[in-house]
């Protein structure tokens, strides 16, 4: 078959226009019924409201709002090498589990095991559909039946609500605290090992610091008492050289150290899709990869085609720095920064001003992003109308509010966006 063949069976395959009407009415209709007998008086447009069940529920939207890893506008916007990825994965059929060189089944983690060891120095590697699931299935594999130590400084919440200690109790282990929430020391991780430890947990807090009368265990007086230890680093930097995620931990330290497993995001500092990632000692990954739970957690393939092509960025430090969004962002150039605000200043109308950007996704929550900023005068309707506007846009514009501004950041905003931002703000105030 021709692709103009293919291309007309597809026309074909369309609904016709009475189906899709159809449909459509029935459903407003419905729910309209439903309410008025629920005791609605108020007005409806109909036909608008038909027209927006038509619309997809995930759209793209336009990053303003100057936080970089931005929890709800899907973190890390993807890498041009990721995106091709992923569509050549979703075109046809790949060898997800398949060997090609001998034609017997295979694993999904072969895709990305020898990468990670490369960048990692670790034995093995193994991916899962997010951290939290990562340090699920490595609490489960590793102490599963029996006790993990945990500082109380760490009995951490992350996003959404959920807890380690929460965590910890599905992966059916027992949580031992030790310490207090601002000082643990080495003796205090010592004194709880018995018969019946599992492992220790070391939980990075991402998205906060204890600062003052503080002290804590550093990865390589955890790993010399003898235990498996599996770190939580969440945001999973992969290079320790870099000056500006200092910060953060870095996996190859962990890795070095000698922990059993390390747990880090894809979607974070990493910036790639949303995955989990453990890489560790070849018998640790192997309790993982065997473990029931690691059907239930694991990695689709379209997160793990765009994975394994950001992972492959990273073996040129300087070009992952340049393609990967995420790090392009955080180390843009001022003078970048500074021309592309002015240019959406003089396309709105707005002004240029001082700002801060953030990192985002409990990552290097002190670090504070110097820059410029767009400000927008609100007019009679005020910030918070104007905002709405904005977002209501198309595609939806997604600014801060700030002293009674509504403000667009131009970090997180690539050239052409800011310029369809500008269309965007022109449209919400004609």
């Known amino acids: 078959m021709t692709p103009r063949d293919t291309q007309k069976e597809r026309l074909r395959e369309l609904p016709s226009v009475d189906q899709l009407a159809i449909s459509v009415a029935r459903a407003e209709l419905k729910a309209r019924r439903e309410e008025l007998l629920a005791g609605a008086t108020d007005d409806v447009d109909l036909v608008h409201r038909a027209r927006e069940r038509l619309r997809p529920r995930l759209r793209r939207v336009l990053n303003a709002t100057g936080v970089v890893v931005h929890t709800n506008l899907g973190r890390a916007p993807l890498a041009v090498e990721a995106r091709a ?27 990305v095991d020898g990468v990670l060891c490369e960048l990692t120095g670790a034995e093995a590697g193994l991916a899962v559909n997010n951290c939290a699931a990562a340090v699920l299935l490595a609490t489960a594999a590793l102490a599963g039946g029996h006790e993990t130590v945990v500082a109380r400084g760490q009995l951490i919440e992350i996003g959404g609500g959920f807890r380690i200690p929460e965590i910890l109790a599905q992966a059916g282990t027992h949580l031992i605290e030790v310490g207090t929430t601002n000082r643990t020391r080495l003796a205090d991780y010592a004194a709880a090992l018995g018969p019946d430890i599992g492992a220790i947990l070391r939980a990075h807090p991402s998205n906060f610091r204890t600062v ?36 953060e931990p870095s996996v190859r330290r962990s890795v070095r150290a ?4 390390v747990a880090f995001s894809g979607d974070k500092l990493l910036g790639g899709p949303q995955a989990g990632v453990l890489v560790g000692t070849r018998a640790a990954v192997h309790a993982c990869r065997v473990h029931p739970l690691a059907r ?26 340049r393609a ?8 843009a150039d001022p003078a970048v920064l500074e021309r592309r605000a002015r240019e959406l200043a003089d396309a709105t109308g707005g002004r240029v001003v001082g700002a801060v950007a953030r990192v985002g996704g409990g990552a290097l929550p002190l670090l504070e992003l110097s820059g410029p900023a767009v400000a927008l005068d609100p007019g009679v309707a005020g910030a918070d109308a ?10 939806a514009l997604i600014g801060r509010v700030h002293e009674g501004q509504v403000l667009l950041d131009p970090r997180t905003l690539t050239d052409g966006e800011a310029q369809c931002a500008a269309q965007v703000v022109r449209a919400a105030r004609a």
């Open 85 to 111: 990825a992923v569509a050549k994965a979703a075109e046809g059929y790949c060898n997800l589990e398949f060997t090609l060189a001998d034609g017997r089944r295979g694993s999904r983690s072969d895709h």
């Open 296 to 321: 239930a957690v694991r990695i689709d393939k379209l997160s793990l085609a765009a994975l394994e092509a950001t992972l492959a960025l990273y073996r040129d430090p300087a070009a992952a720095r």
């Open 212 to 247: 003052g009368f503080v002290e804590d265990v550093d990865i390589e007086a955890l790993c010399s008492l003898g235990v498996p230890v599996i770190d939580d680093l969440g945001s999973g930097v992969l290079r320790d050289d870099w000056d500006l995620l200092a910060q």
């Open 258 to 261: 000698g922990a059993a497993l």
């Open 324 to 331: 990967l969004p995420v790090l392009a962002m955080l180390d």
């Open 386 to 395: 104007l905002a709405a506007a904005l977002r209501l846009g198309e595609p």
